[in-house]
């Protein structure tokens, strides 16, 4: 499991172009692990109420 693969798969899981057991298989992780990283990857909220990626 790459951060590239699972940043990939998180994005094709985020776009409903996948499902999140495909994205997991895209990712080389189980759905729960990719369901960890995607909220790890999550975009923080700054003072401003801006999001931030």
């Known amino acids: 499991m790459t951060t590239h ?3 990939t798969a998180v994005t ?10 495909q994205a ?3 990712g080389g992780c189980s759905p ?13 909220a700054t003072d401003r109420g801006h999001a931030r990626e």
């Open 5 to 7: 693969a699972v940043a």
């Open 12 to 21: 094709l899981y985020r776009s409903r172009t996948i499902s999140l057991e």
């Open 24 to 26: 997991a298989t895209v």
């Open 32 to 44: 729960e692990q990719l369901r960890a990283s995607a909220r790890s990857l999550a975009p923080v």
